[in-house]
């Protein structure tokens, strides 16, 4: 299957600063990708859809001058955490759609700890 | 956003039992997908659904995708530690956008 590689799997930061969560699809292009926001015992639920060369589309509720989402090139998309807070703290996921029309699959990144101190 | 109902969301079960769960919609799902997440991981792709009525295999999973086109099950069958985690169905509607279940925490006492 395809691969989708994310970067860092953890980071600590201190409240008020930003940080940069990466997701690469490894062996594959990906015009959208997918990010998500998952709290403990929880599903996730969809944040935004990020758009390769436009801007990203964001799900209700979610601020996007809070969480910057840019999708430079097809197999690198970049969320930033904006002045983050410990209400930030989550794991975070992102995914990329691949396969032939019909039978699309979405794989996954690792995953991503915050944790806002 | 809206999700799919997935059932039971916790199963408590000795290894060596059969599994099986489920997800229903009120919506049609041109696509079933089922996954599984261990702690700490990102979901892994189990088994994937394309045609309604599809029944497919992966090892000790089968998996179908309902013949509405609203309902799909997830079976494991002789239940092993390593079966251990939380278990999503999800399903694309027509754009590439997922929806999720809300997960199937399975835990297996030895």
């Known amino acids: 299957g395809a691969v989708v590689s994310q970067h860092p799997s953890w980071v600590i930061c201190k409240s008020g600063t930003s940080v940069k969560i990466e997701c690469r699809s490894l062996?594959?292009?990906?015009?959208?990708m997918f990010w998500y926001r998952q709290f403990p015992k929880q599903s996730l639920m969809l944040m935004a859809t990020?758009?390769?060369?436009?801007?990203?589309?964001?799900e209700q509720g979610v601020e996007k001058d809070k969480f910057l989402i840019n999708h430079a090139s097809l197999t690198l998309s970049t969320l930033t955490v904006t002045s983050a807070h410990p209400e930030d703290s989550s794991f975070y996921i992102c995914?990329?759609?691949?396969?032939?029309?019909?039978?699309?699959?979405?794989?996954f990144g690792q995953g991503t700890r915050l944790t806002v101190v | 956003g809206q999700q799919l109902n997935q059932s039971p969301q916790s199963m408590f079960i000795q290894e060596g039992e059969d599994v099986s769960m489920n997800c229903t919609s009120s919506?049609?799902?041109?696509?079933w997908l089922w996954y599984k997440q261990d702690p700490g991981e990102g979901p892994v792709l189990l088994i994937a659904?394309?045609?309604?009525?599809e029944l497919t295999s992966n090892g000790r999973l089968t998996a179908q995708f309902g013949i509405t086109r609203k309902d799909s099950f997830l079976n494991i069958s002789a239940s092993i530690p390593s079966d251990v985690g939380i278990y999503f169905c999800?399903?694309?509607?027509?754009?590439?956008?997922?929806?999720f279940g809300q997960g199937t925490r399975l835990t297996i006492n030895p």
């Open positions: 995914s990329a759609p691949h396969g032939d029309r019909g039978r699309l699959q979405a794989f």
């Open positions: 659904l394309y045609k309604a009525g």
């Open positions: 999800a399903g694309h509607q027509g754009a590439q956008k997922l929806v």
């Open positions: 062996d594959f292009q990906a015009t959208t």
């Open positions: 990020s758009n390769e060369g436009s801007k990203a589309t964001y």
């Open positions: 919506s049609i799902f041109n696509t």
